[in-house]
């Protein structure tokens, strides 16, 4: 079974940045794609970033030249930079790890908040 773990949210004023992590452990794994999804209050969840396992990325229009995403396959880990932040970049982040079998598992979320 994988468990992943994220960190780095927290407030920050418009322009600012923040860096989330999220770790995957657990045996036997294998991770194929990673990415960050978020919720706004009242919201549905979206897609906001995602990384395959070659390093391809795909990111959703609003946050285009803003956030980044990475990952470190040696440390099963996915990162997303955040830069630029914004208001409506608030809402609860969540990382998703889709496994080679295609069995996808979802961290626990994070919070940001972005004043203005």
């Known amino acids: 079974q994988v468990h992943l773990v994220e960190s780095g949210g927290g407030s920050v004023q418009a322009g600012g940045s923040l860096r989330l992590s999220c770790a995957a452990s657990?045996?036997?794994?294998?991770?194929?794609?990673m990415a960050w999804h978020r919720q706004a209050p009242g919201k549905q969840r979206e897609l906001v970033a995602i990384?395959?396992?070659?390093?391809?990325?795909n990111y959703e229009d609003s946050v285009k030249g803003r956030f980044t995403i990475s990952r470190d396959n040696a440390k099963n880990t996915v990162y997303l930079q955040m830069d630029s932040l914004k208001a409506e970049d608030t809402g609860v982040y969540y990382c998703?790890?889709?496994?080679?079998?295609?069995?996808?598992?979802w961290g626990q979320g994070t919070q940001v908040t972005v004043s203005s």
């Open positions: 990384i395959a396992s070659g390093g391809s990325t």
């Open positions: 998703l790890a889709v496994m080679v079998t295609g069995m996808r598992t």
């Open positions: 657990g045996s036997g794994f294998s991770i194929n794609t």
